[in-house]
Nanobody, 119 residues
């Protein structure tokens, strides 16, 4: 099992910045990818960004490219999501996720952290 705990959400004005953190514990050596997803009420959960644990390669949704940066700290088993130039449409619950394979669904999820961007 992998336990994921997010932190860093909050309320920010449009154009502002926030940094989310996700600390992983448990069988973290099995985490091939870790990433961030977001979901608004009544909508499907959508992919935001991911990082490949073995080589640090990163992947982003088109909607956040150039504004968000995902990074990792191997020693702390933690990933981060630096969110700059936030927009009201970025308002969502953000979830950290991990999977132990190169492809397929993410098996482990955090509890989510609310990000609210006011206009």
């Amino acid at each position: 099992q992998v336990l994921l705990v997010e932190s860093g959400g909050g309320l920010v004005q449009a154009g502002g910045s926030l940094r989310l953190s996700c600390a992983a514990s448990g069988r973290t050596f099995g985490s091939f990818f870790m990433g961030w997803f977001r979901q608004a009420p009544g909508k499907e959960r959508e992919f935001v960004a991911a990082v490949k644990w073995s080589d640090g390669n990163t992947y982003y949704a088109d909607s956040v490219k150039g504004r968000f940066t995902i990074s990792m700290d191997n020693a702390k088993n933690t990933i981060y999501l630096q969110m700059n130039n936030l927009k009201p449409e970025d308002t969502d619950v953000y979830y950290c996720a991990a999977r132990g394979a190169p492809s397929g669904p993410y098996h482990y999820w955090g509890q989510g952290t609310q990000v609210t961007v006011s206009s």
